[in-house]
């Protein structure tokens, strides 16, 4: 995803997503707020609260999700790398290369693993 594809995001659809009942819509929904607020608004906190929150609903559905989990672990990763969590950010890393589903993911997270 590139952040110029979320200046003008509908923002009211994703709180719809994060107020729907399905925890998959819901693991979206704050992931998209998340990368929103990280790319966008580049407000840090609560990226990293929006993707954490995501993550807590991708795993009540295992095996569903994978590409929203692999985008918000990835996410995280990097915001916590910004934070100098380089242990936590590690892990998070790692979690998204497990579910990675597109090239995209996979070369970022190898990478920011990289510096760690």
Not at 50 to 59: M, V
Not at 67 to 90: D, H, I, T
Request: no cysteine; net charge negative; aromatic share 14%.
């Amino acid at each position: 995803a590139n952040p110029k594809d979320f200046k003008n995001v509908p923002i009211d659809m994703i709180y719809a997503l994060i107020k729907h009942e399905s925890p998959y819509y819901r693991l979206a929904g704050y992931v998209f707020l998340g990368y929103f607020e990280e790319k966008v608004v580049k407000n840090k906190e609560k990226a990293e609260y929006a993707y954490r929150e995501g993550l807590k609903y991708g795993d009540t559905i295992p095996n569903h999700g994978e590409f929203f989990k692999s985008f918000g672990y990835l996410g995280l990763g990097r915001v916590l790398v910004e934070k100098k969590q380089n242990e936590e950010a590690r892990e998070f890393l790692d979690l998204a290369l497990t579910y990675a589903e597109t090239e995209q993911v996979e070369s970022e997270a190898k990478r920011l693993l990289s510096e760690l």
